[in-house]
């Protein structure tokens, strides 16, 4: 992009797409604001992170992590998260079962990266940290964005108000943006948001476990529990300070669900345990169990997407506003923080900013939209649901291992490869799919051949 004195930006959204957006915007030169209607988070360094319940943990795979470094805060966010190194199964009899992972750089190793593992709010912590070395950034907490003036100078309706204008408006404001439906209002605008029915619904519970109440128990691994009878399952991730965040899955209106709407003493959430999963109670203490009772269930993100441009004029939205997928496997931050690295490419590659928004909405809707639907695929519903998540993965791994050149790996391991695009993955994989069915309808035209010449 041409070189101008003051550029300006509004970023809406501080969680850490936005944070880092404001970052990437900094390094160029430019004069940030970021608005942010929540408050503002505890100092990553804040004792109060180590009590494992601030908020959902996110695993930072090598998508994330190459844009954190890209824009120079991996080392700062690197201070504050813990690694995972593998799985470690929890039986029902409390037998712990570990599956390490190759170290990367070594023969057979799985990944190039160790996932390192914080708290949402804690990498937004950090982020807003690493804002502070910016001194043309401005941060504002508690002042919510409700709309856009598009224009080649766009507004911003706030409150409490402001009257500025921009040469650039990003909006990272999540699943329910309000500059994403500027865009979709707009007169004679093709964007729109595509909500997916939610046909294979979770809700969960967190709770934090103690690893240290037993000792010789690994901390830098992913826990994975299962109970396929009571239908509950859970997986927790460590904290820099040791401690794991559990989060129980289970469905809504299920038998589970009820028995869990019911607790409201720690004596309730123990008896509970020590029913459906046992081999926990070791790790949690009367407090917490206490606590767990009491606490709400709460609901994961269903999967939606934008059709059509994703921006109009030089405001451009990015990470949840225009993809929203569930975390299951740990692409919804981390294509978010990728998304950044894309607009960076294209302020470099455009002329100005109405330019680099476009080039971003050609680059990048395409690719969000492949995620979703890559997505929406491993969520099947049932056992037909998890046989159509498994079987292919199967097929896939064989074929892979047997015909490196023609298959490609299976998709769940290729989207966390940082080098692979979504779209690319899902044409390829589609590609692949119906040249098997061509290769099996051969074989059995064969066969039938084959059986005719026989018994003529």
């Known amino acids: 992009m041409a070189a101008r004195e003051h550029r300006t930006a509004a970023v809406v959204g501080?969680?850490?797409?936005?944070?880092?957006?404001?970052?990437?915007?900094?390094?160029?030169?430019?004069?940030?604001?970021?608005?942010?209607?929540?408050?503002?988070?505890?100092?990553?360094?804040?004792?109060?992170?180590?009590?494992?319940?601030?908020?959902?943990?996110?695993?930072?795979?090598?998508?994330?992590?190459?844009?954190?470094?890209?824009?120079?805060?991996?080392?700062?966010?690197?201070?504050?998260?813990?690694?995972?190194?593998?799985?470690?199964?929890?039986?029902?009899?409390?037998?712990?079962?570990?599956?390490?992972?190759?170290?990367?750089?070594?023969?057979?190793?799985?990944?190039?990266?160790?996932?390192?593992?914080?708290?949402?709010?804690?990498?937004?912590?950090?982020?807003?940290?690493?804002?502070?070395?910016?001194?043309?950034?401005?941060?504002?907490?508690?002042?919510?964005?409700?709309?856009?003036?598009?224009?080649?100078?766009?507004?911003?309706?706030?409150?409490?108000?402001?009257?500025?204008?921009?040469?650039?408006?990003?909006?990272?404001?999540?699943?329910?943006?309000?500059?994403?439906?500027?865009?979709?209002?707009?007169?004679?605008?093709?964007?729109?948001?595509?909500?997916?029915e939610n046909r294979n619904e979770r809700r969960y519970r967190t709770i934090p476990l103690h690893p240290s109440r037993v000792p010789g128990t690994p901390t830098d691994l992913n826990w994975g529990f299962r109970n396929a009878s009571a239908g509950l399952g859970m997986d927790a991730l460590p904290t820099l300070e040791g401690e794991m965040v559990a989060v129980l899955l289970f469905k809504p209106d299920s038998p589970v669900s009820r028995r869990l709407a019911a607790l409201e003493t720690a004596d309730d959430a123990r008896a509970f345990f020590d029913d459906v999963a046992p081999a926990l109670l070791p790790f949690a203490d009367d407090a917490e169990l206490g606590r767990f009772a009491a606490r709400d269930e709460s609901r994961l993100p269903s999967f939606q997407l934008v059709e059509g441009p994703v921006h109009a004029g030089p405001v451009v939205v990015l990470g949840d506003a225009i993809k929203a997928v569930k975390p299951y496997f740990g692409q919804g931050a981390n294509s978010a923080l990728e998304d950044v690295a894309i607009l960076d490419d294209c302020l470099d590659d455009a002329p100005d900013a109405a330019g680099a928004a476009a080039l971003f909405s050609e680059r990048r809707a395409e690719d969000a939209r492949a995620l979703v639907r890559i997505s929406r695929g491993f969520d099947g519903r049932g056992p037909l649901g998890t046989a159509r998540f498994l079987a292919p993965l199967l097929l896939d791994a064989k074929l892979s291992k047997a015909f490196p050149r023609l298959f490609s790996p299976p998709l769940l391991r290729a989207i966390q490869n940082e080098d692979n695009s979504f779209h690319a993955l899902r044409v390829a994989k589609r590609r692949e799919r119906c040249a098997q069915a061509a290769a099996l309808a051969c074989a059995l035209a064969v066969g039938r051949a084959l059986c005719r010449a026989a018994f003529a």
Request: charged share 25%; net charge positive.
């Open 14 to 196: 501080g969680g850490p797409a936005g944070l880092l957006s404001a970052i990437a915007l900094a390094r160029r030169g430019w004069a940030v604001d970021v608005f942010e209607r929540g408050a503002a988070p505890p100092a990553s360094s804040d004792a109060r992170w180590g009590a494992g319940e601030r908020s959902y943990q996110l695993g930072l795979n090598g998508r994330g992590q190459k844009a954190l470094r890209r824009f120079g805060v991996m080392d700062r966010v690197d201070a504050r998260a813990a690694s995972v190194r593998g799985r470690l199964s929890i039986g029902a009899d409390g037998n712990l079962t570990e599956t390490r992972l190759t170290p990367p750089g070594e023969p057979g190793a799985e990944k190039s990266y160790v996932t390192r593992v914080m708290q949402r709010d804690r990498l937004q912590a950090c982020l807003l940290e690493a804002v502070g070395d910016y001194e043309r950034v401005a941060v504002h907490f508690g002042v919510a964005c409700d709309g856009v003036g598009l224009g080649d100078r766009p507004t911003l309706a706030l409150d409490p108000p402001r009257e500025r204008t921009w040469d650039l408006v990003v909006g990272a404001d999540g699943v329910n943006s309000h500059v994403r439906a500027a865009l979709e209002g707009a007169p004679g605008s093709t964007t729109r948001c595509v909500r997916f």
